[in-house]
């Protein structure tokens, strides 16, 4: 069974950093394009960053870029979400999903088949 898991989130004070983790298991990831979402209370779910299944494409939010980088090791099974210089406007559980009918990556939810539970990301003082 396909099954996504992130990990890594947490509260986190303004300017701080993270490191959210989506592990795969039940298939390969090398074949899949990874998208990192996330859904804050009362608003939609938004695109955050996405990464090519050979990791040559990624994609960025105009709201993370320039302070988050996404990656992902095949090896591990596992992709990841650095985020830094944290503001509080990034508060939002963050969800990882896979999709293997993208050449690219895409920052569009429906884009996306399975998808994570989630992991909650706080950033307060």
């Known amino acids: 069974q396909l099954q996504l898991v992130e990990s890594g989130g947490g509260l986190v004070q303004p300017g701080g950093s993270l490191r959210l983790s989506c592990a795969a298991s039940g298939f390969t990831l090398n074949y899949y394009a990874i998208g990192w979402f996330r859904q804050a209370p009362g608003k939609e779910r938004e695109g955050v960053s996405c990464i090519s299944s050979s990791g040559g494409s990624t994609v960025y939010a105009d709201s993370v870029k320039g302070r988050s980088t996404i990656s992902r090791d095949n090896a591990k099974n596992t992709a990841y979400l650095q985020l830094n210089s944290l503001k509080p406007e990034d508060t939002a559980v963050y969800y990882c999903?896979?999709?293997?009918?993208?050449?690219?990556?895409?920052?569009?939810?429906?884009?996306?088949?399975?998808w994570g539970q989630g992991t909650q990301v706080t950033v307060s003082s």
């Open positions: 999903a896979a999709t293997g009918y993208l050449t690219g990556c895409g920052m569009l939810t429906y884009e996306y088949d399975d």
